[in-house]
């Protein structure tokens, strides 16, 4: 149900410490002004956050790769529906930019596709090249994304058995200048501890997973201000990958398990040093959508407040992304809940009403 104006009141969180009456939606965009009287007024009331950000999330992914428009909206509803109004898609060989005209849908900001070392990758979810390929695919992809280019950071390397590096420190070097200059940010899946001395080298703008983060790199992501994007909903299936890799690769599954085990330790030294931290669930590939609210309690766990897991959900995210919040004149993407998400961020699974461009969609 939609009316001409929307009358948002309760508390509105314009930021973490920033807290308004309420707020006017008025052709689909946000006015912190009274509209004249005698306008047709729907009301809502309640607590109210900027749409939640997903920021490593792959809406037209599953396990075998790309999936039809079908599916891919149904994806996007569940995120949608979760609160998610604004999605990172960290690497994708699906085009989803169909969903761009699609007024009820999240907004997505696009990596392009993934671009991996060959053979070490999922299958059928990346452009497997050489070093000697990476500048000219990071070339392409950076022109094709939304601002940011995706790199494969590390995986398992058959040969050894365990996690390896993908790509030399001076291929990276490159391929990260040649992004800069096309005014593209780059993010990389690493999971390891070796890749990413190499990544903070080569000006690395953020890390996905980053769980191999030890007190040296974590010295080199705070000093230079690197991003990462823990996923610890994903991190939470390694012992299930490791336990299926056991046999074959005894080493690989070993690291694995105590990746695991260290997790929140590790994030909570990130956290501490200052590295910035950001909330993506990596939903799509083989996690469900909509898992915005399971990961926001994971960064608690690992020793975020709960108001500093909604700023890596929704005003952090947003700025770091570049993209409005509960701003004058901004699209009305926003979230109602019916009680204070700083006091507990469990009240993010439940959602009271979703609004999207100026109209409830929820």
């Known amino acids: 149900m939609t009316s001409q104006v929307l009358h948002i009141k309760g508390s509105v969180l314009v930021g973490p410490r920033e807290v308004r009456d309420e707020l006017w939606v008025v052709g689909g965009q946000i006015t912190f002004e009274a509209p004249l009287s005698g306008v047709d007024v729907q009301t809502v009331a309640g607590w109210v956050l900027p749409g939640l950000v997903d920021a490593h999330c792959h809406i037209g992914l599953d396990a075998d ?20 109004l604004l999605v990172r898609d960290a690497g994708s060989p699906a085009d989803t930019r169909w969903i761009d005209d699609r007024a009820e849908l999240p907004r997505i900001v696009r990596a392009g596709r993934h671009i991996a070392r060959t053979r070490r990758y999922i299958r059928d979810y990346a452009y497997e090249i050489e070093p000697e390929d990476l500048v000219s695919y990071v070339h392409q992809e950076a ?53 990413l001395g190499d990544f903070a080298a080569a000006g690395v703008d953020c890390i996905e997973h980053a769980i191999g983060l030890v ?47 260290r997790r929140y330790d590790t994030i909570a030294a990130a956290h501490d040093a200052g590295v910035p931290i950001y909330l993506g669930t990596d939903a799509g590939g083989s996690l469900p959508h909509g898992l915005v609210a399971r990961e926001a309690a994971e960064l608690v766990r690992a020793g975020l407040s709960a108001t500093e897991a909604l700023t890596a959900a929704s005003w952090g995210a947003r700025s770091w992304l570049r993209r409005p919040g509960l701003a004058e004149g901004a699209s009305a993407d ?11 961020v469990g009240i993010l699974a439940a959602p009271e009403h979703i609004v999207m461009r100026g109209k409830i969609v929820l």
């Not at 790769?65 to 998610?84: F, K, L, S």
């Open 215 to 261: 007190p040296e790199t974590i010295e080199l992501f705070a000093a230079q201000g690197i991003a990462i994007v823990p996923t610890l909903v994903n991190i939470d299936t390694f012992p299930s990958i490791a336990a299926g890799a056991q046999d074959k690769f005894p080493l690989y599954a070993a690291h694995l398990r105590d990746l695991h085990a």
């Open 334 to 344: 926003l979230v109602v809940y019916r009680a204070d998400p700083r006091e507990d």
């Open 143 to 195: 022109r094709a994304g939304d601002g940011w280019v995706k790199l494969v950071g590390d995986w398992i390397d058959r040969d050894s058995g365990d996690l390896r590096p993908c790509w030399p420190r001076e291929a990276l070097a490159l391929a990260i200048t040649t992004a800069h200059q096309e005014g593209a940010r780059v993010t990389a899946h690493c999971f390891g501890e070796e890749s």
């Open 65 to 84: 790769g790309a999936v039809d428009d079908a599916t891919a909206e149904g994806q996007a509803i569940a995120d949608r529906d979760a609160g998610a």
